[in-house]
């Protein structure tokens, strides 16, 4: 279930102005480039057909998990009226030494059902591992992620190291299921689509750290109350500011896989840590 996030609150250097609220019911300013960024619509993987059972989901998750590693937000369960469908159908040739030859052409369509792109991906292997989903399905899926990817992804410029501060982000922590890694993904992207510069590269020296916290509370009556918080830091730990984040969810729905909530609870909040950022330079400027 996806998490439409509601109170938000921004805290600001003390010793600088308040800034305004960047939030509206949740979301970024309507003329924020984070509203509707091309890839923040999100892919849907589908099973793949032609596909043994246990290996068809296997494909479509080790799918979803190569395009989010593209900070492409990408689920197998969670879509929305703007989300692409990523389809894969498998053909199989036997081959004389007893093993096959699979192929899987993936077909991308759009919003509108239209198909936007395709890509194939072709491995030899045992026929009990394609029954089971073995390792080998991973050269079925990550020859085409990148590319696949790409169908959707802005052509934002990359923000140039060094000038500009460059922004850690660390895992989250209280998260249940995949939350802590798949927030911290999806920060990381919203924030490379504002053109802000990670420290994600080798010998990279962050200049400030978002670190992200999650609280949920036990179920009652079927809903759980999420609240997550964003914290900008400096590398002393010394703490900049917060985005603020709370509403209530099915009981369980973010146990295992968070998927596109991450994205949504990351691309509101990105607006106020790049806020948040923006304030700590001004700062700077006026101390030196």
């Known amino acids: 279930m996806r998490l439409p996030l509601v109170a938000a609150l921004l805290l600001v250097l003390a010793a600088c102005q308040p800034l305004p609220h960047p939030f509206e019911d949740s979301r970024p ?7 509707t960024p091309p890839d923040s619509a999100g892919i849907v993987v589908l099973p793949v057909t ?13 799918m979803a998990t190569a395009l989010q590693d593209s900070d492409i937000p990408a689920s197998t369960t969670a879509r929305n009226r703007g989300s692409y469908v990523l389809q894969g159908k498998a053909t199989t040739k036997g081959q004389a030494d007893g093993k096959m030859q699979v192929t899987i052409a993936w077909e991308m369509s759009g919003p509108d059902g239209k198909a936007t792109g395709q890509q194939q991906a072709s491995t030899v292997m045992t026929a009990s591992a394609w029954q089971d989903g073995g390792a080998g399905i991973t050269n079925l899926v990550n020859p085409a992620a990148p ?34 890694q798949a927030l911290a993904t999806a920060m ?26 999650v609280g949920i509370t036990p179920p009652s009556a079927g809903k759980q109350k999420v609240s997550i918080n964003w914290t900008l830091n400096k590398p002393d730990g010394s703490q900049i500011g917060q985005v603020k984040q709370e509403n209530n969810v099915d009981a369980g729905s973010l146990d295992k896989v968070w998927g596109l ?25 006026h101390a030196s």
Do not use: C, H, W
Request: hydrophobic letters at 50%; proline letters at 10%.
């Open 188 to 213: 990381s992207a919203a924030l490379r689509q504002a053109q802000v510069s990670l420290a994600d590269f080798p010998g990279a020296v962050p200049n400030f750290i978002v670190e992200v916290a």
């Open 29 to 35: 300013p309507p003329n924020s480039p984070l509203m």
């Open 147 to 180: 590319e696949l990817a790409k169908l959707i992804q802005s052509n934002v410029p990359a923000p140039v190291p060094g000038s500009d501060p460059l922004i850690a982000v660390r895992q989250a922590t209280g998260a249940p299921g995949d939350g802590g």
């Open 50 to 62: 032609g596909a043994p059972g246990a290996t068809a989901r296997d494909l479509a998750d080790a």
């Open 261 to 285: 909530t991450a994205y949504d609870a990351a691309n509101a909040a990105a607006s106020g840590i790049t806020a948040l950022i923006d304030e700590a330079k001004r700062a700077a400027l």
